[in-house]
């Protein structure tokens, strides 16, 4: 019920409030707080208008970075493994997605520290990776966050299926896949504003695979747009 159509109107303008203040240099946590109470939302529409909100600077930047999906032809790719595969789980279950301004399509979990698969896991790798081998890639290393349980078998479900496929894909479980990507000069797979936010001078850029999937493939998606 935090997301029908009669709370979009409200929804929208709290991320044109936050965004502002964003702008304008002030702190996130105060900024949310002031905006989630003045429009009296709950915890997860907060959630929901944080991750859809960004200032004026990051989201030229990040769209200044961003590459079209045919541009990884015959290119390396580092995918950001738990972000972009959750996202499509929830796509894919019925979950509720937000777009955000930054023209992202985020979900609504969080991965902190505990992780399983789902009935729609090995149904979102295939997406992911059918749509990414359609723009032919040269290969495409996933990155997968060793301190969340379950991501070693999450892996090897990954090597099984490309194994099994012919995909050209390698998974690695590393401390810190956060740091990996925003220090990479390869094209990165990632929705994260943290790794957005500090790509390294000379990286390649970063594929909107999110937004990608859902519109080509998921249009039967709850997709709640907050874009102002």
Known sequence: MLFVLKHHETLRQAVVDLSLLLS????????????????????????????????????????????????????????????????????????????????????????HGSYRTVAETEEAIRLISETLLGAEPASAVWLLDQPVSNSGR???????????RDWPWS??????????????????????????????DGVKGWINLGEILVTRHLPEAWVVDLRD
């Open 24 to 111: 304008r240099g002030y702190a996130p946590t105060a900024s949310l707080k002031l905006v989630g109470d003045h429009f009296a939302l709950k915890d997860r529409q907060r959630l929901a208008v944080a991750r859809a909100s960004c200032s004026d600077r990051q989201k030229e930047s990040r769209n200044q970075n961003r590459l079209p999906l045919e541009s990884i032809k015959g290119r390396d790719l580092l995918i950001d493994g738990f972000n972009i595969i959750v996202t499509m789980e929830a796509a894919l279950s019925g979950g509720v997605l937000i777009r955000c301004r930054d023209d992202c399509v985020r979900d609504m979990s969080s991965v």
């Open 171 to 200: 998974v690695e479980v590393v401390m810190n896949p956060d740091k990996v990507l925003r220090a990479s000069d390869q094209i990165v797979v990632t929705s994260d504003s943290n790794i957005l936010d500090n790509l390294k």
């Open 154 to 164: 999450l892996a090897q479900t990954i090597r099984e299926m490309a194994a099994k």
